[in-house]
Every structure is written in structure tokens, then in C-alpha cells.
Nanobody, 119 residues
Framework: QVQLVESGGGLVQPGGSLRLSCAAS????????MAWYRQAPGKERELVAT???????NYRDSVKGRFTISRDSAKNTVYLQMNSLKPEDTAVYFC?????????????WGQGTQVTVSS
């Protein structure tokens, strides 16, 4: 049993910054990998960044050097710090977790949070 809730989205100007949060709640679960995806209108959902339980991170090329994914294991929370935002970063951002619950694997999704980068 695990639920993900995203927060922190909003409207920012190009070059601005925003930090997204994703809190996992429930019981009887463990999370090996957490990730941020995004989906712009009319486009496919794409992977933005991942972080493992050991702290290893990966980013899509278009956000490298601008975005940072991190996690607070004690709080079961993952963050996405977004700097130097561009209009093309505009999308709904979704948190995803590769979780184990009752010994079975699950891919759990949050509800999404809107990020709009515009002047």
C-alpha cells in the first residue's frame, strides 16, 4: 500500500526556479527507484530523472545541468529542483515509484502537478 502526492508546481518566468516534492505514504512497502516524468499537451509522457535507493541519479539530456533530483529516505520524499527553466519545460510533472508491497513489484504514480514556464 503506497500513495504518491506531488506538490510545488506553478507558474514561473523563463530562467526561474521551482522545486517539486513527491511524498510517499502508506505501509508495508519499500521503494527502490523513484522518478519524475512529465507530459506536455499533445505529447507523450517522458522520463525526466530517476534516483535509486542508493542515491544514484540519471537525467534526460535536455535537463542535465539544470535539474537535480534528490530524496529524503527518512521522509519517503523525492524532490526535483528545477533551475534555469525554459518554456519547453512546461508540462504536467508526475512522480513515479518502483515499489515493493507485500513482496510484489508495483509502479505507482502520483496525480501530477502543473509546471508552466512563461513570460
Amino acid at each position: 500500500q503506497v500513495q504518491l502526492v506531488e506538490s510545488g508546481g506553478g507558474l514561473v518566468q523563463p530562467g526561474g526556479s521551482l522545486r517539486l516534492s513527491c511524498a510517499a505514504s502508506g505501509s508495508g512497502f519499500s521503494i527502490n527507484v523513484m522518478a519524475w516524468y512529465r507530459q506536455a499537451p499533445g505529447k507523450e509522457r517522458e522520463l525526466v530523472a530517476t534516483i535509486t535507493s542508493g542515491g544514484s541519479t540519471n537525467y534526460r539530456d535536455s535537463v542535465k545541468g539544470r535539474f537535480t533530483i534528490s530524496r529524503d529516505s527518512a521522509k519517503n520524499t523525492v524532490y526535483l529542483q528545477m533551475n534555469s527553466l525554459k518554456p519547453e519545460d512546461t508540462a504536467v510533472y508526475f512522480c513515479n515509484a518502483n515499489a515493493l508491497w507485500r513482496g510484489l513489484p508495483y509502479n505507482v504514480w502520483g496525480q501530477g502537478t502543473q509546471v508552466t514556464v512563461s513570460s
